[in-house]
């Protein structure tokens, strides 16, 4: 089946800073989607993003299926944002969505 | 906004014993799935419903876990007997009538074996 490796698996930022997290797979995707993971356990999509660019508010996403990846952008964090990120893709040969292990985000004030 | 609903949102059970739990997908949403997430890893599939019909339970641990969708709307995700190992969070998500679309996921069942 199809890998995805998400990086870093760890992140921890001062309020106010920038941030790239990285998830890369191994095969043809025919959906990507991010989510954001709460401390209740809740995933909140984020982005549906199998190609090109989208941005909401202080996020931003890049996929490019090409060349197997895609960039989830945080600008300006806040405490808020702390919590795990996901990303998770469907290869086009196949009909469920795999799970990257995720980059636990901590934004300290 | 419509979300997709589940429940309990906590349980906590003794091994051996049966547990069971319920989800209701957003309004018209055909394609049901159920995930397993074990604290620090991704959620993984467990079984995955077209309508009323099972499209993959090849991750359903068969001897222990059934799951089922009869009308095609709601699901109930039953284990029998329960194990410490299957302490973990299950969740419930949907999509529109094609399985390409965005997936969207409720709050969780977070399971506690003892």
């Known amino acids: 089946g199809i890998q995805v490796e998400q990086s870093p698996p760890d992140l921890i930022l001062q309020e106010g800073a920038n941030s790239t997290l990285r998830c890369n797979f191994s095969d043809s995707v025919n959906n990507l989607q991010w989510f954001h993971q709460n401390p209740w356990g809740q995933l909140i999509n984020l982005f549906y993003i199998p190609s090109g660019t989208k941005q909401n508010g202080r996020l931003s996403a890049t996929t490019v299926a090409t060349e197997r990846y895609s960039l989830l952008y945080i600008s300006s964090s806040q405490t808020t944002d702390s919590g795990v990120y996901f990303c998770?893709?469907?290869?086009?040969?196949?009909?469920?969505?795999?799970f990257g292990e995720g980059t636990q985000l901590t934004v300290n004030p | 906004e419509a979300e997709v609903a589940q429940s309990p949102r906590y349980k906590i059970t003794e091994k051996s014993q049966a547990v069971a739990f319920w989800c209701d997908p957003i309004s018209g949403h055909a394609t049901l799935y159920w995930y397993r997430q074990i604290l620090g890893q991704g959620p993984e599939l467990l079984v995955q419903?077209?309508?009323?019909?099972?499209?993959?339970d090849s991750q359903l641990p068969k001897d222990r876990f059934s799951a089922e969708r009869l009308k095609g709307v709601d699901s109930t995700l039953k284990i029998q007997p329960a194990e410490l190992g299957d302490s973990a969070m299950y969740l419930c998500?949907?999509?529109?009538?094609?399985?390409?679309?965005?997936?969207?996921f409720g709050p969780g069942t977070r399971l506690t074996v003892l």
């Open positions: 998500a949907s999509t529109r009538d094609r399985p390409y679309n965005e997936q969207f």
């Open positions: 419903f077209q309508d009323e019909s099972v499209v993959d």
């Open positions: 998770a893709v469907r290869e086009t040969s196949g009909s469920r969505l795999t």
